[in-house]
């Protein structure tokens, strides 16, 4: 007869018991899972999280109360744990878990490394760290009502980066200084102000009319001298703008008349900008606080946030919130800097204040603060439910792995409606190592275009190397039968490399070089294909994962009879029957801030979860395309306003 201990096997029990987890994040998922957790009988659990508590988080976070704002989540989340099971012996660590303490060795203490992560890079990192280690890995994530758990284990199950996820979604600089037709770029472009003028001034951020934007093809000389300004101090001059705004005492009103009148004057004057668009309408100070005309857009009735101002409205939040920005700048004293923080009340409504401006000059319709706040913090409503749902697969999966279970465990989709046979979640069996994967191929190799003569090694470093390909602390060599070190991890060896070019150390047409990052564990071969030219402000391109290596594509009869619930994955949800292969395609979800504006909500679910499970190639193009997932019945009810998603 089976011993139980409460509804557990014995076996299970006592293996729940003495058993060591890790738990990355301390936020929506990890909160619910470390309460699950401590309920379900573990003992032994480490808890790593980097941020601290927010008023924000105290409505779905229900480990952290009012009185814990400002402290560490892991140590707070700790505490509550604790009372629901004294025994447990919690370790919490408010640390990032990417530094170099954290090793292979670290993830080898535990049975099972639970991820409750908000962003890609983490998340990139402890796959590999967990790959490096052989531990098995459980990953989740959450977008609103939607939500996805997944295990991962070497050499049985694809990786976390073994499907290509979407790069962030970016604008071109022209279109955000000059030609702006959406909110988000309104919103963009805004928050690019914030740091010009009060934070850390980017050059990559500048807000000024873009004079090289090849669709004005004009001749500034000519045309300057028509863009009139309302005083000296308000003219367009060549400096930065924070220097520009500090030679003016940060006066609310001078700067109010160079952004939207002067720069806008400016822009008018790039003739061929406004051939086919319909031009901007400058704003003057003066004859707005004067006028004697009825404002629009009469605050709407209801919580203050969800109203939206008139134009004067706006005016005076811009007003207020520059006073008050600058009054923060004063406190912190001379050369200091300030961080945007969408929940910092003035910083946000500078932002909101800015952005409506500039949508009302090129006419849009303007957005209320919760509008804003949502698009600029990448953001969307989180669901506690949700959360709450999805930290109990998390258990249910971990339960599977220390059972010896593995070959049971699945891939588990949340829908926000049930599908045609009535199911809100939808389990689907775990997918094999793809053997084009750059983490957890044998040799994983990518080939990258690029121009090597205008390639610094900086960027490769910080934009290929660490932003593209993941990597914490990489070491690159030059395959050249010499080992030329291009970028070493040991600070300050060849940091004298950085401000040269990848054609200065000989690094042509077919040269290999060699990435590793003894951190993670973790070596790319990188393929250099040079190009003379690349797209407007793309710096390089990464083509294939593993060039001229990739299998031969199935043929059509192979397809159909591989494809299953209308993918190649054959992915299906563990029920008897069967039904319309069209019924379970559902995205997978990823948790990350950094996501871009997409056109619908369908779209930007998956522009939040990092990419989609079910995927179909074009025979013609070679190109993937997401299919809409037929759960998903809000597409038509949302606006094009919800599409920069960052989840819990």
């Known amino acids: 007869m089976v011993q139980l201990v409460g509804s557990l096997r014995k076996e299970l029990a006592d293996s729940i018991s003495t058993c060591k987890v890790l738990v990355v994040g301390a936020g929506g998922i990890g909160c619910e899972l470390l309460k699950n957790l401590v309920l379900t009988?573990?003992?032994?659990?480490?808890?790593?999280?980097?941020?601290?508590?927010?008023?924000?988080?105290?409505?779905?976070?229900?480990?952290?109360?009012?009185?814990?704002?400002?402290?560490?989540?892991?140590q707070v989340a700790k505490e509550s744990a604790l009372q629901f099971c004294p025994s447990a012996n919690i370790t919490a660590c408010h640390d990032s878990i990417m530094n170099p303490e954290y090793n292979v060795e670290f993830f080898r203490k535990f049975m099972l490394v639970m991820n409750a992560l908000d962003n890609r890079a983490a998340r990139n990192h402890v796959n590999r760290m967990c790959l490096a280690a052989d531990i098995p890995l459980i990953e989740s994530g959450t977008a609103g009502?939607?939500?996805?758990?997944?295990?991962?284990?070497?050499?049985?199950?694809?990786?976390?980066?073994?499907?290509?996820?979407?790069?962030?979604?970016?604008?071109?600089?022209?279109?955000?200084?000059?030609?702006?037709?959406?909110?988000?770029?309104?919103?963009?472009?805004?928050?690019?102000?914030?740091?010009?003028?009060?934070?850390?001034?980017?050059?990559?951020?500048?807000?000024?009319?873009?004079?090289?934007?090849?669709?004005?093809?004009?001749?500034?000389?000519?045309?300057?001298?028509?863009?009139?300004?309302?005083?000296?101090d308000g003219d367009i001059k060549r400096v930065s703008t924070k220097e520009w705004a500090r030679s003016t005492g940060y006066d609310s009103v001078k700067l109010f008349n160079k952004l939207f009148k002067d720069d806008i004057m400016y822009l008018l004057t790039m003739d061929k900008l406004w051939k086919k668009r319909k031009a901007p309408t400058p704003l003057d100070w003066h004859q707005l606080e004067n006028s004697e005309c009825p404002k629009e857009g009469t605050p709407a009735s209801g919580l203050k946030d969800q109203q939206v101002l008139d134009v004067w409205g706006y005016c005076q939040l811009f007003q207020h919130s520059v006073e008050t920005l600058r009054s923060q700048l004063q406190e912190k004293g001379e050369?200091?800097?300030?961080?945007w923080d969408k929940d910092d009340p003035p910083a946000m409504d500078f932002v909101t204040a800015a952005a409506n401006l500039r949508m009302h000059i090129f006419s849009m319709n303007m957005k209320s603060r919760f509008d804003v706040k949502s698009m600029a913090g990448n953001i969307i409503p989180a669901i506690a439910t949700t959360n709450a749902v999805i930290a109990g697969l998390i258990v249910l999966e971990g339960l599977k792995i220390l059972s010896g279970e593995l070959e049971s465990c699945r891939t588990i989709f949340l829908n926000k409606?049930?599908?045609?046979?009535?199911?809100?979640?939808?389990?689907?069996?775990?997918?094999?190592?793809?053997?084009?994967?750059?983490?957890?191929?044998?040799?994983?190799?990518?080939?990258?275009?690029?121009?090597?003569?205008?390639?610094?090694?900086?960027?490769?470093?910080?934009?290929?190397?660490?932003?593209?390909?993941?990597?914490?602390?990489?070491?690159?060599?030059?395959?050249?039968?010499?080992?030329?070190?291009?970028?070493?991890?040991?600070?300050?060896?060849?940091?004298?490399?950085?401000?040269?070019?990848?054609?200065?150390?000989?690094?042509?047409?077919?040269?290999?070089?060699?990435?590793?990052?003894?951190?993670?564990?973790?070596?790319?071969?990188?393929?250099?294909?040079?190009?003379?030219?690349?797209?407007?402000?793309?710096?390089?391109?990464?083509?294939?994962?593993?060039?001229?290596k990739a299998p031969p594509p199935q043929t059509n009869q192979e397809e159909v009879n591989s494809i299953t619930n209308g993918n190649k994955d054959s992915a299906q949800p563990s029920t008897s029957s069967k039904a319309p292969s069209e019924d379970d395609d559902i995205m997978i979800v990823d948790s990350d801030e950094e996501d871009g504006a997409?056109?619908?909500?369908?779209?930007?679910?998956?522009?939040?979860?990092?990419?989609?499970?079910?995927?179909?190639?074009?025979?013609?193009?070679?190109?993937?395309?997401?299919?809409?997932?037929?759960?998903?019945?809000?597409?038509?009810?949302?606006?094009?306003?919800?599409?920069?998603?960052?989840?819990?």
């Open 41 to 74: 009988g573990f003992k032994n659990i480490e808890v790593i999280d980097l941020d601290t508590i927010d008023v924000s988080n105290l409505n779905r976070q229900f480990l952290f109360q009012k009185k814990h704002v400002g402290k560490s989540k892991a």
């Open 335 to 339: 050369g200091a800097e300030l961080v």
């Open 145 to 232: 009502y939607l939500g996805q758990v997944t295990v991962i284990k070497k050499g049985m199950t694809e990786c976390y980066e073994c499907q290509p996820k979407p790069a962030q979604k970016t604008f071109p600089g022209c279109t955000i200084r000059n030609t702006p037709s959406e909110p988000i770029h309104c919103i963009v472009w805004a928050k690019y102000l914030f740091n010009q003028l009060f934070g850390e001034e980017d050059a990559d951020q500048e807000v000024s009319p873009d004079t090289a934007d090849p669709e004005a093809a004009w001749n500034p000389e000519e045309t300057a001298a028509r863009a009139t300004a309302s005083d000296k």
């Open 417 to 548: 409606c049930p599908n045609l046979r009535k199911k809100l979640l939808v389990p689907c069996v775990l997918d094999p190592p793809s053997a084009n994967c750059y983490v957890c191929a044998s040799k994983p190799e990518v080939t990258v275009k690029l121009n090597v003569h205008k390639t610094m090694v900086l960027t490769l470093q910080d934009k290929i190397v660490k932003e593209r390909f993941g990597m914490v602390a990489p070491d690159v060599q030059i395959e050249d039968g010499k080992g030329t070190i291009l970028i070493s991890s040991e600070e300050g060896e060849t940091e004298a490399n950085n401000s040269k070019f990848l054609s200065d150390f000989g690094i042509r047409n077919g040269s290999r070089l060699q990435a590793d990052d003894f951190l993670q564990d973790y070596t790319l071969l990188i393929n250099v294909l040079h190009v003379e030219d690349l797209e407007r402000d793309v710096e390089f391109e990464v083509v294939g994962e593993a060039p001229d």
């Open 598 to 648: 997409a056109s619908s909500s369908a779209a930007a679910a998956a522009a939040a979860t990092g990419g989609t499970k079910r995927k179909h190639s074009d025979a013609e193009t070679g190109e993937t395309s997401t299919k809409r997932p037929r759960t998903d019945q809000s597409a038509a009810d949302n606006n094009d306003d919800d599409d920069i998603i960052a989840l819990d």
